[in-house]
C-alpha cells in the first residue's frame, strides 16, 4: 500500500495539477499496488508519517503566500519527512516555498529548509512591459533518465543559488534565467517550475520515481502506461522544432 | 486648433483605410496618439460612459446592452467588432467625435478587455461598468485569475458605478473598499446547478480571514452560492436575480419580471440578467427593458446546424484554455435529450499564440461524459493522443471511444460506427476542415 497526500490541492491547483496525483494512482494501479490519496489543505490536521509521498502543485503568488502561513506551522513533520528519503514532488512555485525567503513586495521568510532564494518578477524585469512572466513550451534533460523531458511553464518566480538542479534547460527557462539549472532536487525531492499534468507528460520521468518508491517499499514496478508514451511521442513527433 | 487636426487626421486616416480594404478600426487612434497622446482627455464624453470586461460573455453582453438602449432612444457608439485596444477606442471616440471635440452621441459603450483596461481609464473615467466573471482564461497569456483580478480593481477609478455578477466570489471581492456605487446581479439554483466536491476551484477563500468558502451549490467553476463560515464575506441576494429558470424552455424572470433568453445556455442567463440589471442602472424601467428583451426582432444565437448522412449536425467552438466555457458547451451537449455521437479535439491550444499548453484539459471535468446517451467519442487533431489519455483518467469506457489521427478518414468513421446527433466542439482550424467534409458529403 502506497500512501499519498496532495496538499494544498484547492489552493495550489492553478493549471490542472490534479493531474499528477491521479496519475500516481494510475500508474500504481496498473501495476496492481494499492494507493491512497489523501486530500488537505490549510489548517487541516496532517499526520506526515503515514505517507510515502507528498505533492504540491503551483498557484497565484496570493494562494502561495496564504500556503506559506500555514506551511510553516509544519516546517517539524515536514523536516522529518524529507530526512527519511520519503518522496516529494513539486512542481511550478511551490519549491518557493521550501527556500530561505520569497522577495515579492517585501521580504517574507520561507521554511528555510534548502538554501535557495526566492525573488518574483515584475514588469519592470523585462524591457518589454506586456511579458512580465516566464511563459512557454519548455525542453529539459535530466540524468535520471535518458528521454527528454516536455513541459510548460508560466511563472513569476526566480531561485537563486540552486546548487543541485532538477533538469537542464534553455536558459530563458532556468531558476534564475542566467544559468542553464532548472528545479531543484536533494534526496527523494523532486522540483520544477514546469507547471500541469508534467507527470501524466513525462512517463518516463514517473516510471522512474515510482519504480524508486516501490523498491523502496519491496514492491514490484514493471508496468508502464502505453497510452501516456504514445501520447509523448506523438507531441515530439508533432512540435519538433 | 490642435485637437481639431488630431480629430481630423484620426478620421482621415480610418477612411483612407477603410478604402484600401483594411478594418480600419485601429490605424486611425494610432495617429491619433502619436500626434497627442492625452487628446482622449480633450473631448467631450457624453453622459453615459459604459465599459463592460470579464473572462467571458463581455462580447454578448455589449451587443445586447447596444440593442436595449438604442431600442429606448439612446444613440449609442461601440465597439462592434470587440476591438479593445487602446488604438481602437481611440478610433472609436474620435471618428465619432465632432471637429470640435464632442462626441455627438447619448452613450459611449465598450467591450473592454480586463488587462487593457488600466491604459484606456488613465484618460477618462466610466460612468458604469459591467464585470461578468474572472475565471481561468488563456492562462499564457493572462496568467491566472488572482491576476486577472488585481488588474481589473487597480484599473478601476473612484466613483464608477459598478454592476457585479456575485455569484463570481472574484467578481464580489470587487465591492471591498470600491468607493462608489455598486448594483449586483446573479442567478437562482437550477437544474444546471450542482452541489459537488470539485478541487479545482479559484477564489477558494474568504478574502477577509481567509477561511475556506462555503457553498451552498455550484453553477460551474467557482461561481455559485458561498459564504465565508464566519459571513465575514458572502453571496447575498443580489438587487437583480433571475429565478423560475427554465434554460431548455428559454424562460427567465427577473425581480419578478418574465424575460425570453435568446437562446437555450446556461450563460445567456447571465448576460441577460447583467445587461437588466445595468439598464436599471441608467435609469431605464422594467417595462423599456422586458419590451426588448421579449420582442421577435431581437437577435438570437445563431445555432451551426448542418445535415449528414442523414442526421443533424451542430458545431459548436472549442473554448480552449478556458476551462469553464469548455465545460458549458460540454453541459449544453449533455443536456440535450438525444442519443449522440461527440466529436472534439484541437491542433493548437490558442489561435493568438504559438505555445501549447494543454495543462487545461485536466480542469474539465470529462467525466460527465459518462453518459448513456453518448453513443460515441470521436478524438481528432495533433493533441487527439493526449485527449485519449484524458478520457481514459474520466473512466469513459473504451469501446465509445474512436480515435481518428487522419482527418480524411472521418467522414467513413462517422458514417460506419457511430449512431445519433452529431456534436463537434473543435477549434477554428478544424471546424474548418470538418465543413468541408459536410459539403464533400452533400456532392457525393
Redo the contacts between chains.
Sequence with gaps: MINVLHLY???L???????NT?CIE?CLKLNKIKVNVD?K???DKIDFKKYDLIYIGSG????LL?AL?DIKFRYDGIKEFIDSDKYLILTGNAMDLFGEYIEADEKIEALGLFKYQTKFISESTFENASTD?I???VRATTKLISEEIIG?Q?R?DLNLNVKTPLFKTDNKFSNDLKSDNEGFTYKNVYATHI???IL??NPYLTDYILDKLCKDKKLDYKVSDE??I??YN??LE??QK | MWRFIVILTCKFINKVSKLIGHEGSVIGGYYALKLDKNILKKIKLPKYVIGITGSSGKSSSTELMYNILTKNGYSTVYNKEGSNTINAITSLILNNSTLGGKLKKDVLLMELDESFMKYIFKYFKPTHLMITNITRDQPPRNSHPSKIFNQIKKAIPDGTHLILNIDDPFVNRLRINHNGPITTYGIDKNNYSYKNNINNLDAAYCPICSSKLEYDFYHYGHIGSYHCPKYHFVRSTPDYEAKKIDVDKKLIEINDNKVNLPSNFLYTVYFVTGCYALSKAIGLDDKEITNVLNSDDIKTKRLEIYDFDNRKWQMLVSKNENNLSYKQSLDYIIHQDVEKTIILGFDNSSRRYTENDVSWIWDIDFEELNDPKINKIILIGKFCNDLLLRMTYANIDKKKIILVEDINNLSEVIKKETKGYIYSMTCFDKEIELKKIIAGDKND
Design positions: 490541492y484547492d489552493l491547483n492553478l493549471y490542472g495539477e490534479n493531474a491521479r494510475r486530500y489543505s490549510v489548517g497565484s503568488e496570493e494562494d496564504l502561513n512572466r511563459v512557454g513550451e510548460f508560466n513569476c507547471i500541469g499534468p501524466v507528460r497510452l501516456s504514445k501520447a506523438k507531441y508533432n512540435f
